[in-house]
Each structure stands twice: as C-alpha cells, then as structure tokens.
C-alpha cells in the first residue's frame, strides 16, 4: 500500500506504505572481498569500489597482512592503508578493517616474486605470489611473466612460470620463506630469503642462494655458496625449478597448522603504530575484528597465544592484554569483534551483555562477535564449544548489542550424519535463516563461500538475506502540526519498525529536515536520546520530541527525516544516510526520506 494523509486540524497523521525493494543501505548487507585483490598487496581502485556500490554493496573488506612479526611497521605499509582508506571514502563505502601476520596455517606458507632479465636490461618482475600449502591458490597472470605458480610433495617444491619475449640470461624465484618483508633482500614487496637462479635455458644450469646482504634491503648479497643442486628445465617459453624442501628450512608436513603470528610486545608496538592511522580513518571504519593472533588474524592455529584450542591461563592472559589494547588505540566509538563466544566470555565473562549496559563505552560493550564458517557444522567448524547450544544462548542474547558478521562455509560431511545446514530453511534441515536471524547478522561475505550462497538463490531466500542483513528500518505512521510557532517549536511523533535482523552498531544521527518551496534547508537534530542502535529488530519505537525552530524563518515547509552518518565529513554525503522501507519517500539526492506532510512556521 502506498502513503495515506488524514488532514484535521491542526495536525495531519500520515500512514506509510511498505517497501520489498532491496536497498543498499550504509553500515549492513554483503560486503564484497576479492581474494585476488587483498587490502595488503594490491592498490584499491576508485572505479573497482564505486562498481561495488552501484551493484548494491556499502561495505569491502580489508585484511591487512603486516609485514614483520619482529619489527616495527614500515612507513610505507602504514602510508598504504591510509591510502586504502581513502579509496574508500571515495566511494562512499565503510570497511571492515582486519590485521594479520599469517594468511594461512602451514608454517611452510611461502610469498613469491619471480623474475626473468636480459643482459645490459632492467630486470621485469611479477606480482607477489602466494604459496599457500593448504589452499593451494591458482596460478598468477601477468603480461611478460604468467601462470606463475608453485607446488610441493613430501620432499620437493617446484616453483614454475611462462614467459614471452624471450629468451632471457637469467630466470629467477625470490622465496620469502618467513613472510617478512623486513628480513631478506627487498624484492617486489617481498623480503626474499632465497634466490633461485636459472641460466639461459640449459637444462640444470640453475643454483640456490641464500641472501647475506643487510635485511630488508636490496643489496645484492647472495653469498658465494650454492646451497644444493637444483633440478631445472627451460623450454617452449617455460621454466621450472623443482629443490628438496629440507633446502628452504621447510617442514616434511604440508599441513603443520601452527599460525605464525608475533610476540606480545610487538602486537602491543605494532598497534601503537597503527594508533593515529585508525583514528583519522574512524569515519570510513566500520568496525574490527580483532585479528593479530593466529592463522587469518582468527586466533585459533597461534604460535604464541595457545594452538588449536589447547590455551594456557597465561596465554589467556595475553590475548586479554591485547583485545584491551586494541580498544584503546581503536576510537571510542568503534567496536572488535571476537571469533568464538568461548573467546569473550573467558575474557570478559560467561553472562551476556544486558540492555542496560548496551553502547556505554566499555570494552565489554565495544566487542562483539564473528563467524567465518557460518553453516558449516553444527558447531560451525569449532566456532562452538560442544555442545553448541550454551554458546548459542550467549551469543543469542549478546548480539542484540553488540556486531555479529562473518562469512559461510560449506560443508556437507562434517556432522554425523551429514546435514543441510546450510540450506534455507528448517523445511529442508536448513539453518540459514533460523540462524541469521537469531544471532542478528549485519554483515556477510558475498565472495565466500559462494556454493552456499547459489544454494540460497535455489532455494529462494538470498533476497531475504539481502533484504534482512544488519537493520531494515519501516516508517508505520506519523502525526506532525499544520503549522508552529516559532516561540512553541515543532512537536512531531512517528513510529518505525525494524524488520532487519539486527540494529546498527554505530552511533548514528536522527534529525527532521525542514525545506521551503525556494530551496532552503533547515536540519533539526532530535534528542540524543532518540538512537536508532535501540530500535531493536522486530520491534516497532515511538520517536516523539519537541524541536526548536529558533534558527528556522516563517515559511511554508515539506517535512523529511534524516539519518546521516555520525561523522561530521559524511553527514552530508547522501550514500551514508539510511533510506527507510517504504514506497514515495526516498530522496536519493539529498539522502532525505519524504515525511508526506508539510508545517507552516509562524512568528
């Protein structure tokens, strides 16, 4: 139904019509993350993140792998992720800002460049490449260099691309075994360790070096030893070099699951560092997972803070120091989030958040929660302590307050017998929906995991989940004055529903915009106390005040709602306003939702 107005004086009571559209509303929904495109390694584009927000989406992700786990941070890395940021901004998205020392549980993970010369030429180097033992990543592209790639057994690692315009004097592998780009010679944004060499295209004629030169420089320092010999073959614009494991220090084991991450000391100095780079990116942050510890900053495979569960009182002692100090670097008025339940109450406590305790600025208050393999067992592939259902209850009853997102996994074998969690609906042994709603999910992957999101467009509920994720706010109906006194001020009383699956997180502004046949702009901001964080899903509030009209001329005037966002950069940038569920009242120029009433303000 559309928008009704019943005139009496000297009030008129305006009925709204609901909306289905799916709206692509700040702070919420899917947010897009390109596994090949990550925050640390790769330049956002203006053009890549504005497609982003004309295909419906407001928020990207940026995992920032740091790149030393025994220094301090780079000026260059730190100048990078303000860079970052300011795409962002351009775009007038919001991201979610995760840090990390390792990208994957095997201790043999490795980054790559390679690299190809003629003699008297600059050398042409690829992009970093990611040796990743568990996943197994696909090849990288590039225009001379191409099909880059790397692959192991039990004793050996080959390491082999493609190349055009050749042939070249040198062929050549920079190893990065540590992960440090602070250690080892200073290569395409590398700190290689090893060196493999390749000569022109004889088969063997190839040798591994290991650097000797200052760290973290580019000094040609190889040393003058061959550490062994090398199997190598060049042919039909192909190279490849296979060498034993044992020679690059690598474990006999593919899948050692021990994250490397850093020391205490260096997350606490590392988080100083980044301190000034969050704070003036606080408007463009839309909150932080907490990161630092463990295997993709998720806190489970941890070198130093307790491994694959089994996690010592002083260990949990440590990772307490660090959640405080991320909340103390990170602004006031941001929150963490932490990945299991078991993590917040064996830090905070075993009793959720309350009502009363909600948005009050303390660090129990400030974080909230994290799920990346949503759906994929009955205890989310650990997520849960088993049994599941305690952890459930907890994060049930804290989510109302504070952040819950993540992304899905899909996995069909890991319950017994094999479930259908991930389907839509409990009709087919779904969790999906159930789930989403009852831990009030604000944010999603849309990029992972992607078979179970082809499984909800079959099974008919991902414009659901579109439509759902985080708030869905509903103008029901309104009373405002024909006309006010300037001496009396401006008495309005609405009503809006939340049909979302969760509030929002972040403090927000509400204010009645008040604009005249000629153009003029008046912004009245309603009581502090009126929050949209407490206009909790499924609930419908009341939002009744009384507004100065002091600074306001005697005019005629149509009545609009705003909701900006809280920073004072963005509260006039229209894509950060919220637009409300209903049919007619949208105004996507100003960011202004049309009340359908008018007042007429007089002296």
């Not at 991450?261 to 100083?272: E, F, G, Q, S, T």
């Not at 704070?279 to 495979?301: C, H, K, Q, S």
């Not at 120091?321 to 109450?345: G, H, T």
Request: aromatic share 12%; proline share 5%; with cysteine.
């Amino acid at each position: 139904p559309g928008t009704s107005t019943t005139t009496s004086e000297p009030s008129s009571f305006v009925i709204y019509g609901a909306s289905t559209a799916l709206i692509a509303n700040p702070e919420r929904g899917f947010y897009r993350f390109e596994q090949s495109r990550t925050c640390h390694d790769n330049d956002f584009t203006l053009s890549q993140l504005q497609g982003y927000r004309q295909n419906g989406y407001t928020l990207v992700m940026c995992t920032f792998t740091l790149s030393t786990r025994s220094g301090d941070l780079t000026a260059t890395e730190l100048a990078h992720f303000d860079n970052q940021m300011a795409v962002v901004r351009a775009a007038h998205l919001k991201a979610i800002v995760r840090f990390e020392y390792t990208r994957d549980a095997s201790i043999n993970d490795a980054d790559l460049v390679f690299e190809v010369e003629k003699s008297g030429q600059s050398p042409i180097t690829s992009n970093r490449y990611y040796h990743d033992y568990v996943t197994q990543p696909p090849a990288g592209h590039g225009t001379i260099i191409d099909n880059y790639r790397a692959s192991f057994t039990q004793s050996t690692v080959t390491y082999e691309f493609d190349y055009s315009n050749g042939p070249y004097a040198q062929y050549r592998v920079y190893i990065d075994a540590d992960q440090s780009a602070a250690t080892g010679f200073a290569v395409g944004g590398i700190g290689a360790d090893y060196l493999l060499e390749g000569y022109g295209q004889t088969t063997n004629n190839a040798s591994l070096y290991q650097f000797t030169g200052t760290q973290g420089t580019n000094q040609w320092s190889w040393g003058t030893t061959v550490l062994t010999g090398v199997t190598y073959t060049n042919s039909g614009s192909h190279a490849s070099f296979t060498i034993p494991r044992a020679d690059i220090s690598e474990t006999q084991i593919a899948d050692n699951r021990t994250g490397r991450d850093a020391p205490k000391a260096i997350v606490l100095r590392h988080l100083d560092q980044l301190a000034p780079y969050l704070a003036r990116n606080r408007d463009v942050i839309l909150l932080m997972p907490a990161g630092f510890i463990g295997t993709w900053g998720e806190w489970f495979y941890s070198q130093f803070y307790g491994n694959a569960g089994t996690i010592t009182p002083r260990q949990w002692a440590d990772r307490a120091e660090i959640v405080a100090k991320m909340l103390s670097v990170l602004p006031a008025d941001r929150m963490i989030q932490l990945r299991a339940p078991r993590y917040k109450y064996e830090i905070f406590r075993t009793t959720p958040l309350t009502a009363g305790e909600a948005y009050n600025g303390t660090n129990v208050a400030r974080t909230g929660h994290f799920n990346d393999c949503f759906l994929a067992s009955n205890t989310d592939f650990g997520t849960y302590s088993y049994p599941p259902d305690t952890d459930k209850d907890y994060l049930a009853a804290e989510t109302l307050y504070v952040p819950m997102g993540g992304e899905t996994c899909h996995n069909t074998t890991a319950d017994t017998p094999p479930s259908n969690r991930s389907r839509c609906y409990t009709t087919d042994g779904g969790a999906a929906i159930a789930e989403l709603s009852r831990f009030h999910w604000s944010y999603l992957n849309w990029d992972y995991n992607r078979a179970v999101l082809d499984d909800w467009a079959r099974d008919g509920c991902l414009d659901e989940v579109k439509q759902k994720l985080g708030y869905r706010f509903v103008l029901v109906d309104g009373v405002f004055p024909r006309s006010a006194s300037k001496a009396r001020g401006l008495t309005i009383s609405f009503r809006v529903r939340n049909d979302g699956w969760a509030a929002p997180f972040n403090r927000r502004g509400v204010e009645v915009v008040l604009r005249s046949s000629s153009g003029a702009t008046y912004r009245l901001p309603l009581p502090t106390t009126v929050d949209p964080r407490k206009w909790y899903p499924g609930t419908t509030t009341t939002v009744s005040a009384t507004l100065s009209l002091s600074s306001v001329p005697t005019d005629h005037y149509s009545l609009w709602l705003n909701l900006p966002d809280f920073e004072p950069n963005l509260a006039t940038v229209p894509d950060y306003s919220i637009q409300l569920a209903n049919t007619g009242t949208w105004d996507a120029a100003t960011g202004y939702n049309r009340l359908n009433a008018s007042v007429t303000v007089t002296p």
